[in-house]
């Protein structure tokens, strides 16, 4: 069973290796290709990824950390509604808030047009939103809760209680946030700016509605523009490794985060004080929480209803519901199989990671777990090309095989491709479930006469009831929004909400596009409202 479970884990690295491996193969025809790039595109894809990653950065750092003090370190009127209202936009992916930003903004969009009739203005009344900085304002907005969830999570362990001292010895307020809850802060604000970095660069459908010059952009252009394969995988690796980078300097972080949370015991609630706020301090707390909500979800899931209205009441055709509904159950179907199998698998591995092995040869599933772990760093451009690459290989070694029948085009190489992203997500919440299970209670079983399939149904897994469907919910969720793999995987005739949002869009029918984005980011809300919840809860809740 565990060299089953190994092999299966190392199949799911396979579209890391293929990509990888491409440099294996590197001859004078990938040489010439490599100088081909460097002096016509290599230099702006990287350059505008940099600054688009460098943007990104230093606008989740502040808007996150910000938010996340005045939460965590003051009281003042709303604060508890901001605590679950600041994690909203995590319902909104990018690229559904730039159709509703495009259109609500651009040159002859109604707010420009409304402003010049109202006061005789002429020409554009700001630059235009697609552009590069107009996409790191967006993924500002749409990525700063990670950086808000992990500094608000961090600074509630351990800020107030040691302020209070830092307050007995005579310190100020601001040398008692300089000096005490930033540098207690800066693991966290690491670990989530990584993770928003990550979530920049694996983005394409911002980058391809903006007409960015990324890597993620520049592989597709190379794969299915160009039909380069050998620039594709070039493009990829390159983009794996920026990503490798930032992975590590988040795992450091996490751990980092961990050692700082786990050291004595955090304060009991009502413990240690928040400073009351009046006043315009008040007011500033306010605004500070109140405008990356309004900007990040409700403004744009607001404009994405107007556009829905405006189309269902004034397009002489109406809504297409009928193949709205195909397109909602294609999303839905392939979604919940993903759900299903990586929760499967996470379940599988987390019971069988807990046993030992007891086996001769060498134990290779701590090994494959960790190399599943890394899939969801992975770009879902990369996992595309990643699949294609061995498939072509194969294919036109074995043709009879089929091998491209199987996974170009079919439900079976999307839904791999979804494996390869999101079992991750299933398995860390399936781990985080089994820290709770002590292992006293396995050996209680064994010594009753329980083996392991008994002990896995009968024990285990009514204890894990409430992280197993929190895996398949943040597996089906993500597999809801997943575009860049979509795209060139999914099926002949049967497009996702995504898909279609993206197309809709692309083709400047923007009003038909707000039904499926509003459909993405209703779906998205369900995970979001469980993280609120869960974060609600006072300590030690159950």
């Known amino acids: 069973m565990r060299g089953l479970l190994s092999l299966l884990c190392l199949l799911l690295a396979l579209p890391v290796a293929s ?22 595109v290599l230099g702006g894809y990287a350059l505008e990824s940099l600054w688009l990653a460098l943007g990104v950065a230093v606008g989740v750092t502040v808007v996150g950390l910000g938010t996340a003090v005045a939460v965590a370190l003051f009281r003042f009127p709303g604060r508890r509604v901001f ?36 006061f005789g203005w002429q020409g554009a009344l700001w630059p235009d939103v697609r552009s590069l900085w107009g996409a790191v304002l967006l993924f500002v907005l749409a990525l700063y809760p990670y950086v808000y969830l992990l500094t608000r999570a961090a600074l509630g362990e351990r800020a107030e209680h040691m302020m209070d001292a830092a307050q007995l010895l005579g310190a100020g ?77 988040e795992r450091r972080a996490q751990s980092r985060l961990r050692f700082a949370n786990t050291r004595g015991a955090a304060p009991q609630a009502g413990q240690a004080r928040s400073r009351t706020l009046h006043g315009t301090a008040a007011l500033a707390a306010m605004t500070v929480c109140a405008l990356p909500v309004l900007l990040g979800f409700v403004l744009p899931a607001a404009w994405l209803g107007v556009m829905l209205w405006r189309e269902a009441t004034g397009s002489e055709l109406g809504l297409p519901l009928a193949r709205f509904a195909e397109w909602a159950w294609a999303s839905f179907r392939l979604a919940a199989m993903a759900a299903a199998a990586a929760t499967a698998l996470a379940l599988a591995l987390g019971f069988a990671m807990r046993q030992r092995g007891g086996g001769r040869g060498p134990d290779l599933l701590p090994v494959g777990v960790r190399v599943l772990s890394l899939g969801y760093a992975v770009p879902g451009a990369v996992v595309a090309i990643g699949i294609m690459l061995p498939v072509a290989w194969v294919q036109s070694r ?35 479930g089994y820290t ?106 159950h």
């Open 19 to 40: 990509v990888l491996g491409a440099w294996f193969s590197f001859d004078r025809q990938a040489l010439a290709v490599l100088e081909h790039q460097a002096s016509t």
């Open 83 to 118: 605590e679950w209202a600041l994690l909203l936009p995590l319902a909104m992916p990018a690229y559904v808030l730039a159709y509703a930003y495009t259109d609500a903004l651009q040159f002859s969009g109604p707010v420009q047009t409304a402003l010049r009739e109202a």
């Open 173 to 249: 307020l601001g040398r008692r946030i300089v000096t005490v809850a930033l540098p207690l802060a800066r693991p966290a604000v690491i670990a989530g700016a990584a993770l928003a970095l990550m979530e920049t660069l694996a983005d394409y459908g911002v980058g391809a509605y903006f007409g960015l010059s990324t890597f993620t952009t520049g592989i597709y252009r190379a794969w299915l523009s160009m039909n380069d394969a050998t620039a594709a995988a070039q493009l990829a690796s390159m983009l794996l490794i920026v990503v490798a980078v930032l992975l590590t300097l």
């Open 398 to 432: 074995w043709p009879d095989l089929g091998a491209a029948a199987l996974f170009t085009g079919t439900a079976a190489g999307l839904l791999f491709a979804y494996m390869v992203r999101f079992s991750a997500v299933a398995l860390q919440s399936v781990e985080a």
């Open 436 to 541: 709770r299970v002590p292992l006293a209670i396995d050996e209680t079983s064994r010594m009753l006469g329980a083996g392991r399939l008994r002990l896995f149904l009968r024990v285990h897994l009514p204890l894990l009831s409430r992280s197993t469907w929190a895996a398949a919910l943040l597996v089906f969720v993500d597999g809801m929004k997943e575009l860049p793999a979509t795209l060139v995987l999914r099926p002949f005739g049967s497009d996702t909400l995504a898909v279609v949002a993206y197309n809709l869009a692309r083709d400047e029918r923007l009003a038909e596009a707000s039904l499926p984005s509003l459909a993405i980011v209703a779906v998205g809300l369900l995970p979001v409202m469980l993280l609120a919840r869960t974060i609600g809860r006072p300590a030690g809740a």
